[in-house]
């Protein structure tokens, strides 16, 4: 028995599984911190204002628990995925116009560190674009719903803080007024009371629009944290440190299957 701890210590410490196990980690990190934050959330909703017998409701509870947790602990893998295939097959998208890996989106932002080399700010942008359709942006169900709007008004918020924050430039800049173009209708030449055109109102629009405000949503928030987490709001930050960069960090089988260090 130490033998076979011995041999898992040692494969888990060895530096060539470590981008892999992190992703396993991250996996295990999001599934235990998705039932965590729905089962208290899920259980009070469900005995304050779910009707119907306590087996149904304690039937509701779980399987918002699980749903949640599946949810996060799957982006969470495809997420940390897409950046392991990304950083080891950089041929895969080849990004020539942007500054080296480490480079932050700010010279004054304190980014977190991890234990590999900070990720291209457009590779954790798409990271995040995947794994918000797969996950979040294919089914516009009620806890999608709350997880991406949550997501999203953070990431309002961290870009008017951006949106404020210095930039040691020079002295204040004109623009010229902006122009509005007569947008008229495709279907009635003789009226502008349309925005869109017509084959672009409707159902094509509400068949794209959860998918792409979900996906945008993920890739936007994922940008924002490794490139200028301070701007991303405080309790977000902390479930974020725990879910991408706790996940990097182990020491042993106990804080790699049971608990972060």
């Known amino acids: 028995m130490d033998n076979f701890k011995v041999a898992i210590t040692s494969f888990l410490l060895d530096p060539k599984n470590h981008d892999v196990l992190a992703i396993l980690k991250g996996l295990r990190n999001g599934l235990v911190y998705g039932a965590k934050i729905r089962f208290p959330h899920a ?15 304690l039937i509701s509870v779980l399987r ?3 749903q949640h947790a599946i949810n996060l602990g ?3 893998t495809i997420y940390k995925t897409a950046l392991y295939l990304f950083t080891h097959h950089p041929n895969l998208l080849p990004i020539p116009f942007l500054p080296p890996s480490g480079s932050s989106l700010s010279s004054t932002s304190s980014k977190p560190t991890t234990s590999t080399s900070s990720p291209h700010p457009l590779h954790t942008f798409l990271a995040g674009v995947i794994g918000g359709y797969y996950v979040f942006g294919r089914e516009n169900n009620p806890i999608n719903q709350q997880i991406v709007l ?8 961290a870009l008017a803080k951006l949106a404020i924050r210095p930039t040691g430039g020079g002295g204040p800049t004109t623009t010229s007024p ?6 008229t209708s495709t279907t009635n030449r003789g009226s502008t009371s349309s925005f869109l055109p017509q ?3 409707g159902h094509d629009i509400k068949t794209v629009a959860w998918p792409v405000f979900a996906s945008m949503s993920w890739g936007a ?3 924002l944290f490794n490139g ?11 479930s974020m440190q725990y879910l991408y960069l706790d996940s990097e960090k182990w020491s042993g089988i106990r804080d790699f299957f049971v608990y972060n260090e």
Request: hydrophobic fraction near 50%; glycine fraction near 2%; include cysteine.
């Open 43 to 57: 259980l009070v909703m469900a005995l304050l204002f779910r009707t119907g017998t306590l087996k149904e409701k």
């Open 178 to 183: 902006p122009v509005s173009p007569q947008i």
């Open 221 to 223: 928030v994922m940008c």
């Open 74 to 76: 799957t982006f969470v």
């Open 150 to 157: 949550y997501v999203f008004a953070r990431v309002v918020l």
């Open 64 to 66: 918002a628990t699980k």
């Open 199 to 201: 084959t672009l109102l």
């Open 228 to 238: 200028v987490p301070d701007t991303v709001q405080p309790s977000l930050r902390s």
